[in-house]
């Protein structure tokens, strides 16, 4: 008899017709093979799928480029299907499941002629967590397969938990002829399954990350009381050895991945990662929240990583401990075969080709890199990985910090007075929009929780839900609002940022354990500037403390944006919501 996994995966191949139908069984073994094919027969325009690095500075590395139309998220090409319209919310594209259904059988019939089909069972989530998912993805395209190796626990050990059983996530993908005009990240939430077409980039194509473990996973935290979330999970260990474990959401390129490895500034505090994306939240037995990260890889930007911004992911890449490590759109330096981007070091004296394989020199006024160019690696490469990554139960967490890219108005860092107060504060960030997704990049948006492009449903529900999981937590997380992204009059980051977050970092555990005190603003609490530790830094007290400047003139457009954006959303916005609002708008008059 066959099992639910086969007569799905026979199903998907009589539509979409591959040579070939090929079961990853997730070993090292295999990769190899997969990507020698990738570097000999396989095309994506007229590149190899990969390109080897320089195996001596770079172990384990190679080089993707991707099709030149097709190099970030698109989010006007993702749409979630339920029967019902105002279940997706203005936060989504809709479609109705049948309709939905109609345009991807047609675009997907016959799409894998002529190639193979790779099956992939992984879980997202640490094997035997009670909170891990296993997953089926299929795909046409050799980059995806083995970069899900990578992002996922991947492996036969899948196939035997699922068994003859029903309950695992699907993901039918191919990238047909990368045609934009035939490109769609179709979400059923209802049936667990996500099928995209067109697109083989990152979280168009790995539909484990954002499709699944955001979209998909959001509404089924909110139907069962959990949460996903675009969150860094890290602990933050003092120097008497105590670790205490905080999440972070920001939007896409907008800090993570750098906050979840930080090399701290003060050296009485070290950090240890356990994810830079995702989390999902679920509240333990003692009514704490817990995270776990359902990834195991980091797909993190390359164009600002270096040594000295981001020194743990630098070591990380080099780690060469898990095969492979994938660069994809980056430049390349042809005297060394090495990658390259803009921010790791200087072009002077190096003989680079930019992401399209065209000769490059900073003269060209061009990037060398694609600015949404990034690496694929290991989690377990992490020189500081979290000895709990693997935790079925996850890690207790003590403060939740929301932030955004804010050239101006947000401070650096302000406590919210209570959990609902905290989930106002999510709803109304906005930030600055980078070339993460498809679009103009730089303009203000609203985005809250960093969950504008990835929350699965109607966004006012998903509020209430925050709202909800507070009331259910004995002892809820404090919630912090951060930006490191304020600029001064010629447009510089005040703040260092990076390393020097730690700073932040050691305010919002000095709240917690009740050492210091704090200032009340309309927005919430913000540090009394002596309270802070600056030593070693070059910024002046003053420059400092108008991080913390909260002008009330300044906030009549900001109110007037959250106003509208909040408008569509009508009756789902909850009043706990509206009465924050409410008072701070009265406070910002007083
Ligand atoms: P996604 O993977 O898209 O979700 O992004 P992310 O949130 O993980 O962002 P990441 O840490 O990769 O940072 C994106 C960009 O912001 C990079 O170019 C970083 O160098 C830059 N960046 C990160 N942290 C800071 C900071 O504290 N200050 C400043 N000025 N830039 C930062
Ligand atoms: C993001 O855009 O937030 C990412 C990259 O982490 S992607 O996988 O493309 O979503
Ligand atoms: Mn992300």
Same mark, same amino acid.
Request: charged share 25%.
């Given at each position: 008899?066959?099992?639910?996994?086969?007569?799905?995966?026979?199903?998907?191949?009589?539509?979409?017709?591959?040579? &070939?139908?090929?079961?990853?069984?997730?070993?090292?073994?295999? /990769?190899?093979?997969?990507?020698?094919?990738?570097?000999?027969?396989?095309?994506?325009?007229?590149?190899?799928?990969?390109? =080897?690095?320089?195996? @001596?500075?770079?172990?384990? @590395?190679?080089?993707?480029?991707? !099709?030149?139309?097709?190099?970030? %998220?698109?989010?006007?090409?993702?749409?979630?299907?339920?029967?019902?319209?105002? #279940?997706?919310?203005?936060?989504?594209?809709?479609?109705?499941?049948?309709? /939905?259904?109609?345009?991807?059988?047609?675009?997907?019939?016959?799409?894998?002629?002529?190639?193979?089909?790779?099956?992939?069972?992984?879980?997202?989530?640490?094997?035997?967590?009670?909170?891990?998912?296993?997953?089926?993805?299929?795909?046409?395209?050799?980059?995806?397969?083995?970069?899900?190796?990578?992002?996922?626990?991947?492996? &036969?050990?899948?196939?035997?938990?699922? $068994?003859?059983?029903?309950?695992?996530?699907?993901?039918?993908?191919?990238?047909?002829?990368?045609?934009?005009?035939?490109?769609?990240?179709?979400?059923?939430?209802?049936?667990?399954?996500?099928?995209?077409?067109?697109?083989?980039?990152?979280?168009?194509?790995?539909?484990?990350?954002?499709?699944?473990?955001? %979209?998909?996973?959001?509404?089924?935290?909110?139907?069962?009381?959990?949460?996903?979330?675009?969150?860094?999970?890290?602990?933050? *260990?003092?120097?008497?050895?105590?670790?205490?474990?905080?999440?972070? /959401?920001?939007?896409?390129?907008?800090?993570? &991945?750098?906050?979840?490895?930080?090399?701290?500034?003060?050296?009485?505090?070290?950090?240890?990662?356990?994810?830079?994306?995702?989390?999902?939240?679920?509240?333990?037995?003692? $009514?704490?929240?817990? /995270?776990?990260?359902?990834?195991?890889?980091?797909?993190?930007?390359?164009?600002?990583?270096?040594?000295?911004?981001?020194?743990?992911?630098?070591?990380?890449?080099?780690?060469?401990?898990?095969?492979?490590?994938?660069?994809?759109?980056?430049?390349?330096?042809?005297?060394?075969?090495?990658?390259?981007? =803009?921010?790791?070091?200087?072009?002077?004296?190096?003989?680079?080709?930019?992401?399209?394989?065209?000769?490059?020199?900073?003269?060209?006024?061009?990037?060398?890199? !694609?600015?949404?160019?990034?690496?694929?690696?290991?989690?377990?490469?992490?020189?500081?990985?979290?000895? *709990?990554?693997?935790?079925?139960?996850?890690?207790?967490?003590? @403060?939740?910090?929301?932030?955004?890219?804010?050239?101006?108005?947000?401070?650096?860092?302000?406590?919210?007075?209570?959990?609902?107060?905290?989930?106002?504060?999510?709803?109304?960030?906005?930030?600055?929009?980078?070339?993460?997704?498809?679009?103009?990049?730089?303009?203000?948006?609203?985005?809250?929780?960093?969950?504008?492009?990835?929350?699965?449903?109607?966004?006012?529900?998903?509020? %209430?839900?925050?709202?909800?999981? +507070?009331?259910?937590?004995? #002892?809820?997380?404090?919630?912090?609002?951060?930006?490191?992204?304020? &600029?001064?009059?010629?447009?510089?980051?005040?703040?260092?940022?990076?390393?020097?977050?730690?700073?932040?970092?050691?305010?919002?555990?000095?709240?917690?354990?009740?050492?210091?005190?704090? #200032?009340?603003?309309?927005?919430?609490?913000?540090? !009394?500037?002596?309270?802070?530790?600056?030593?070693?830094?070059?910024?002046?007290?003053?420059?400092?403390?108008?991080?913390?400047?909260?002008?009330? +003139?300044?906030?009549?457009?900001?109110?007037?944006?959250?106003?509208?954006?909040?408008?569509?959303?009508?009756? !789902?916005?909850?009043? =706990?919501?509206?009465?924050?609002?409410?008072?701070?708008?009265?406070?910002?008059?007083?």
């Amino acid at each position: 008899m066959a099992t639910a996994v086969e007569k799905w995966v026979d199903e998907v191949a009589a539509l979409t017709r591959p040579k &070939t139908v090929y079961w990853c069984d997730g070993s090292e073994g295999e /990769a190899r093979r997969i990507m020698e094919m990738g570097m000999s027969e396989e095309k994506i325009t007229v590149h190899d799928v990969f390109s =080897e690095l320089n195996q @001596a500075t770079c172990p384990k @590395a190679y080089l993707h480029r991707s !099709h030149p139309t097709d190099v970030a %998220r698109t989010e006007q090409l993702t749409f979630v299907c339920y029967p019902d319209r105002e #279940r997706s919310g203005p936060n989504n594209n809709w479609k109705h499941p049948k309709d /939905a259904k109609a345009l991807m059988t047609g675009i997907s019939r016959g799409c894998m002629k002529g190639k193979t089909m790779y099956v992939l069972p992984y879980m997202m989530g640490p094997v035997d967590s009670p909170y891990a998912k296993a997953c089926i993805q299929v795909t046409d395209v050799s980059y995806v397969a083995v970069s899900m190796r990578i992002m996922t626990r991947m492996g &036969t050990h899948v196939l035997k938990k699922i $068994g003859s059983g029903e309950n695992f996530t699907r993901g039918l993908h191919s990238v047909g002829d990368f045609s934009p005009d035939r490109r769609f990240i179709m979400h059923f939430p209802d049936e667990d399954f996500v099928w995209s077409v067109g697109s083989g980039y990152g979280g168009n194509a790995l539909l484990g990350k954002k499709c699944f473990s955001l %979209r998909i996973a959001s509404w089924q935290g909110y139907r069962y009381g959990w949460l996903a979330e675009h969150m860094v999970i890290m602990g933050i *260990e003092d120097i008497k050895g105590n670790v205490r474990y905080i999440t972070a /959401a920001m939007p896409s390129a907008c800090g993570k &991945t750098n906050l979840a490895m930080l090399e701290s500034a003060l050296p009485e505090y070290r950090i240890w990662t356990i994810g830079d994306d995702i989390a999902w939240l679920n509240i333990g037995p003692d $009514g704490r929240l817990y /995270a776990i990260n359902p990834e195991a890889g980091f797909f993190g930007v390359a164009p600002g990583t270096s040594m000295k911004t981001n020194p743990n992911m630098v070591r990380t890449l080099k780690a060469a401990k898990f095969y492979p490590t994938l660069y994809t759109n980056v430049a390349l330096d042809r005297k060394t075969n090495e990658p390259w981007w =803009e921010g790791f070091s200087d072009p002077d004296g190096k003989d680079l080709v930019d992401w399209q394989g065209n000769p490059w020199n900073p003269s060209l006024g061009t990037k060398a890199a !694609h600015p949404n160019s990034r690496f694929t690696v290991s989690l377990y490469n992490c020189p500081i990985v979290s000895r *709990e990554v693997d935790n079925p139960l996850g890690v207790p967490i003590s @403060a939740i910090l929301l932030g955004g890219r804010r050239s101006r108005l947000i401070p650096l860092v302000a406590e919210s007075f209570d959990w609902p107060h905290g989930v106002f504060t999510g709803a109304r960030t906005g930030s600055e929009t980078t070339a993460a997704a498809a679009g103009k990049v730089g303009v203000l948006r609203r985005d809250p929780f960093s969950m504008l492009p990835f929350c699965g449903y109607n966004m006012g529900d998903y509020f %209430r839900h925050w709202i909800n999981i +507070g009331r259910l937590c004995a #002892r809820p997380p404090r919630i912090y609002s951060v930006n490191w992204f304020r &600029t001064d009059e010629q447009g510089k980051f005040i703040w260092p940022g990076f390393g020097d977050n730690a700073r932040v970092l050691r305010w919002v555990l000095d709240r917690i354990d009740g050492k210091v005190g704090a #200032r009340e603003t309309p927005l919430g609490l913000v540090p !009394h500037v002596k309270d802070l530790v600056l030593d070693g830094l070059a910024i002046p007290e003053d420059r400092v403390e108008s991080l913390f400047a909260v002008k009330p +003139g300044e906030w009549d457009a900001e109110l007037a944006e959250v106003k509208a954006f909040w408008n569509p959303f009508g009756r !789902h916005i909850p009043n =706990e919501l509206n009465q924050a609002y409410e008072k701070m708008a009265r406070a910002l008059k007083a």
